[in-house]
């Protein structure tokens, strides 16, 4: 502390030389005070930068969302299946991804269709290691074109037998929820995750499940029965479903995959590791074009 002194001459209040010349012990903690508060303002802001840059990498999460109040859960399924509504068109992609002898080979076929007149089109892409091919069909009420060597530019006319139409063709290829989460699956399993939003004025539920695939036959007897070549795949350990359905239970998304994947070895040798399915419209106008050149021209026309 400062020491004050009394000079001899009067009552005068006087500072020594020594205490003008040194910085007194108020002024050294005054100015270590304000070192501390300099440094907490960096940590604080240091820390308020790393908040905010976490919070905006992980924002779209699932936990994230739902902790905002814009994912709810889904609700539980019920226990009476849902009933089929009709499907007047559909518009929906289907890929099934795959290794053949350790080269990948995924094949994505997008489909239109409209149940109502009969008609349809299917476009076929197909990747094996580098290289891309891709093929188109064009189904009518009474015929198929397919394209020629000259890719839309040939087509060659085949008569559509009616008894045996394409798989694409039927309205039920798109399952309803109860033909994947069946009852077995539902009393023997719960879903990882799940989540209900609303996507176009439509309310879209998910549902996650991480099964052991030897259980699978025992607890989804459904999913085994509709992708049995999963299961070829060897030293796989657990299959993954991902399902979305509207709120007629009509799937929207559905994926199956299985961990690990293995590149198929031997001769020939493919095993398909996942399979997907989107949906992107539903009983909405589909306008199938047929090519001018594969239409029906009337007799005598010159």
């Known amino acids: 502390m400062t020491q004050i002194r009394e000079t001899t001459t009067g009552s005068t209040l006087a500072i020594s030389f020594q205490d003008l010349m040194q910085p007194s012990k108020l002024d050294m903690r005054s100015h270590k005070r304000k070192k501390k508060r300099g440094k907490k303002l960096i940590t604080?802001?240091?820390?308020?930068?790393l908040v905010g840059g976490l919070g905006y990498h992980f924002?779209?999460?699932?936990?994230?969302q739902r902790v905002l109040g814009h994912q709810k859960s889904a609700a539980p399924l019920p226990k009476e299946p849902f009933v089929r509504p009709s499907i007047t068109s559909a518009e929906y992609s289907i890929t099934l991804s795959a290794v053949q002898n350790g080269i990948p080979n995924n094949v994505t076929t997008k489909v239109r269709?409209?149940?109502l007149t009969g008609s349809g089109?299917?476009?076929v892409e197909s990747q094996v290691g580098g290289a891309f091919t891709s093929a188109q069909e064009i189904?009518?009420?009474?015929?198929?074109?397919?394209?020629?060597?000259?890719f839309g530019t040939t087509w060659t006319r085949q008569p559509r037998a009616p008894e045996t139409p394409t798989t694409y063709d039927a309205p039920e290829f798109i399952p309803m929820v109860n033909d994947i989460v069946d009852q077995p699956l539902r009393d023997g399993a719960k879903p990882t995750s799940s989540k209900s939003e609303r996507v176009g004025g439509v309310t879209i539920s998910s549902l996650t499940y991480v099964i052991n695939r030897a259980r699978v036959p025992e607890i989804a007897p459904a999913?085994?029965?509709?992708?049995?070549?999963l299961f070829d795949v060897p030293n796989a350990t657990t299959l993954t479903v991902e399902v979305s359905y509207d709120e007629t239970g009509l799937v929207r998304h559905l994926n199956f995959r299985v961990d690990p994947p293995q590149p198929g070895t031997g001769s020939d040798a493919t095993w398909v590791t996942s399979y997907t399915m989107d949906v992107t419209s539903l009983n909405s106008p589909v306008a199938i074009e047929v090519p001018v050149d594969a239409a029906d021209v009337p007799a005598g026309t010159p």
């Open 113 to 115: 269709n409209d149940y």
């Open 223 to 229: 999913i085994f029965a509709r992708v049995p070549w």
């Open 121 to 123: 089109e299917s476009t």
């Open 139 to 150: 189904r009518t009420h009474d015929f198929i074109f397919r394209p020629g060597v000259a």
């Open 44 to 49: 604080t802001v240091l820390f308020l930068g």
């Open 59 to 64: 924002r779209d999460t699932a936990l994230v």
